[in-house]
């Protein structure tokens, strides 16, 4: 006989299950709107992309007095002059602050005298000093052309590779590009960097 006063023990299993799968449900469509309202306000984070670099046309170009050299540049990465001395970089995804350099572009470019040393002299210092400092000599000093521009050029390395390119600069001065560009996650940085040397000339 049913309880007049309550439920039927099928009636209250039944309830039960009722009110679970309708819990479900509104568990399910709370979660599922949230998600979406999360998405829609902080998405999920995409690798860096790669600096254009299939058209210099757009690109920016730098002229510097100081040193009496241009290039070209894309818009994204940082150029800044301090003195005698021109950085270019641009920071890969895995580059954090107050570190050394590990992901990224990374060009200089300076001038100064040969201090009475031919080139080949001036550079083959550069070499030593990469020795002296702990650096090992990754492919020997060799003439080198930079757009129609004679020097030499060698590569070193210790916690990361670099090259040195070495020009003459007008009377007994020297012209150096230092290439210290790594792209560990093959972001394309060092065709961006063989890009902005390509537009290279001398001013003066």
Same mark, same amino acid.
Do not use: C, H
């Given at each position: ?31 599922? $709107? ?40 894309? #818009? ?5 002059? /301090? ?13 954090? #602050? ?40 990754? /492919? ?50 060092? $065709? ?13």
């Amino acid at each position: 006989m049913p309880n007049q006063k309550g439920f039927t023990p099928a009636l209250i299993i039944i309830l039960i299950a009722v009110l679970g799968i309708g819990g479900y449900f509104v568990y399910s469509n709370s979660r599922t $709107k949230t998600a979406s309202s999360v998405n829609q306000t902080n998405p999920t984070p995409k690798p860096t992309e790669s600096v254009s670099f299939a058209d210099t046309t757009n690109w920016k170009r730098y002229t510097s007095s100081n040193l009496g050299f241009s290039i070209k540049y894309p #818009a994204e990465v940082t150029l800044e002059e /301090k003195d005698n001395l021109v950085l270019v970089s641009f920071w890969g995804p895995t580059q954090k #602050a107050n570190t050394e350099f590990y992901d990224g572009i990374n060009l200089s470019f300076t001038s100064g005298s040969l201090k009475d040393k031919t080139l080949k002299e001036f550079a083959d210092s550069g070499v030593e000093q990469t020795k002296l400092n702990g650096g090992v000599i990754v /492919k020997p000093l060799l003439p080198f052309v930079l757009n129609g521009i004679s020097g030499y050029a060698y590569q070193g390395g210790s916690q990361g590779r670099f090259t040195r390119i070495y020009l003459t600069s007008g009377r007994n001065q020297y012209f150096m590009i230092s290439d210290g560009t790594v792209d560990p996650t093959e972001k394309g940085f060092q $065709k961006i960097t063989d890009q902005i040397l390509s537009t290279f000339k001398f001013t003066q």
